[in-house]
């Protein structure tokens, strides 16, 4: 898979930073684009977890499986703020499905619901946002700051978050595999 032209940018894609990135949030970061307009663009970062507690407000329903919900650092902007992506399509009025099987949104009372069906839904709560201006991210991935493939829900749910930028990597193969290879630290190299 080559590198995607900037017109082909759109929501359901992942974004997987250049190696050169190497320090903060997006060293090694896959970003899941969930809007991407000539205004603007916005996406998660899905490969950064997170070790927190769930609120008692969260866990008020009896029987939820606090292991159901997974958290992760969801960009630099507003950290405060919880962003949940789910595989429920329960609540179409409240949620925008980002690619097939992979949903944005959703209220307390959903996610509460959801976490006591734990076996049935995979949940992940990003604390945070990544956001573009209009034309910024078209020009970041033409100067190669960021790769692109096709996002899917088994992707995003069933592998290692610690392990998806180098398996998106792999599976992306030439080039890009052998980018995958590179370590974290260049002094082991």
């Known amino acids: 898979m080559s ?5 082909t940018l759109q929501k359901g894609m992942f974004l997987i930073s250049c190696p050169e990135i190497d320090d903060g949030i ?3 970061s896959v970003v899941l684009l969930c809007d991407h307009s000539k205004v603007g663009s916005f996406g ?4 950064k977890p997170l ?4 609120s008692e407000e969260l866990t008020s329903v ?3 499986d606090q292991t159901a919900v997974t958290f992760r650092a969801g960009g630099p902007m507003q950290p405060g703020q919880m962003m949940l992506l789910h595989n429920s399509d329960a609540i179409p009025a409240q949620t925008l499905e980002v690619c097939k ?7 307390v009372e959903f996610l509460q619901k959801q976490a006591s069906l734990a076996k049935e839904n995979s949940l992940l709560l990003c604390f945070g946002f990544t956001g573009w ?3 910024l991210l078209e020009k970041e991935v033409s100067g190669g700051m960021w790769y692109t493939c096709p996002a899917s829900k088994e992707l995003l749910f069933n592998v290692d978050p610690k ?6 990597l792999l599976n992306m193969g030439g080039k890009y595999a052998s980018l995958a290879m590179i370590p974290d630290d260049l002094s082991q190299n």
């Open 3 to 7: 590198l995607e032209s900037p017109l």
């Open 26 to 28: 997006f060293h090694r």
């Open 51 to 54: 070790d927190k507690e769930i």
């Open 62 to 64: 009896d029987g939820i």
């Open 44 to 47: 998660l970062v899905v490969n």
């Open 101 to 107: 099987g992979v949903y944005l949104g959703g209220d």
């Open 163 to 168: 392990q998806l930028w180098r398996t998106l």
């Open 133 to 135: 201006t209009g034309g």
